[in-house]
T-cell receptor, first 117, second 115 residues
Framework: GAVVSQHPSRVICKSGTSVKIECRSL??????MFWYRQFPKQSLMLMATSNEGSKATYEQGVEKDKFLINHASLTLSTLTVTSAHPEDSSFYIC?????????????FGPGTRLTVT | AQSVSQHNHHVILSEAASLELGCNYS??????LFWYVQYPGQHLQLLLKYFSGDPLVKGIKGFEAEFIKSKFSFNLRKPSVQWSDTAEYFC?????????????FGKGTHLIIQP
């Protein structure tokens, strides 16, 4: 099946610094990638939709200047958390959609645990 | 706002018991429906999906779900659970008129199967 990887799996950073998280589709080209955030014991919340070669579309309430998304190729999207604060600590998960036919299945990465100290 | 409700946040069953997890969504338009499972320490894995056609869909690991449009529901079922089914289960909906959109997830159900 389709595989999506994320790097790093865990990251600890100091408040005020920036952190980049990579999402890669390993065996398919992803027309669209999505970024989700999952708080402890809660559900996934969609943050933004990223289409290759165009600007990301952010969900209401998500600061686009804080969560920078770049989808530079059909296999890579990056999420940069700028000037991180402890409240940004969370589990960030990406998913990728191959964009073929009517198969709307999204393939999820393993997630990145961000801890801001 | 669009929303997905999962009625049971924690479910504890014994092995071989039957399972039904409820899921309701709020939107009356075109939807695509999914159930995902997240085993401890692992990433989300698709159990099954509904796009159109037969409202009773069968997925992996013996799971099935029934889409009832009139009730805005997509309940997950399994006739006989196993200890290995212990996991977090998420219902998700994609509201769209075409193309892929982000998913709206329910809060999840933590299922524990006792041997």
């Amino acid at each position: 099946g389709a595989v999506v990887s994320q790097h790093p799996s865990r990251v600890i950073c100091k408040s005020g610094t920036s952190v980049k998280i990579e999402c890669r589709s390993l065996d398919f080209q992803a027309t669209t990638m999505f970024w989700y955030r999952q708080f402890p014991k809660q559900s996934l919340m969609l943050m933004a939709t990223s289409n290759e070669g165009s600007k990301a579309t952010y969900e209401q309430g998500v600061e686009k200047d804080k969560f920078l998304i770049n989808h530079a190729s059909l296999t890579l999207s990056t999420l940069t958390v700028t000037s991180a604060h402890p409240e940004d600590s969370s589990f960030y998960i990406c998913s990728a959609w191959a964009g073929t036919g009517l198969s709307y299945e999204q393939y999820f990465g393993p997630g990145t645990r961000l801890t801001v100290t | 706002a669009q929303s997905v409700s999962q009625h049971n946040h924690h479910v504890i069953l014994s092995e071989a018991a039957s399972l039904e997890l409820g899921c309701n969504y709020s939107y009356g338009g075109t939807v695509n429906l999914f159930w995902y499972v997240q085993y401890p320490g692992q990433h989300l894995q698709l159990l099954l999906k509904y796009f159109s056609g037969d409202p009773l869909v069968k997925g992996i690991k013996g799971f099935e779900a029934e889409f009832i449009k009139s009730k805005f529901s997509f309940n997950l079922r399994k006739p006989s659970v196993q200890w290995s089914d212990t996991a977090e289960y998420f219902c998700a909906v994609m509201y769209s008129g075409g193309g892929a959109d982000g998913l709206t997830f329910g809060k999840g159900t933590h299922l524990i199967i006792q041997p």
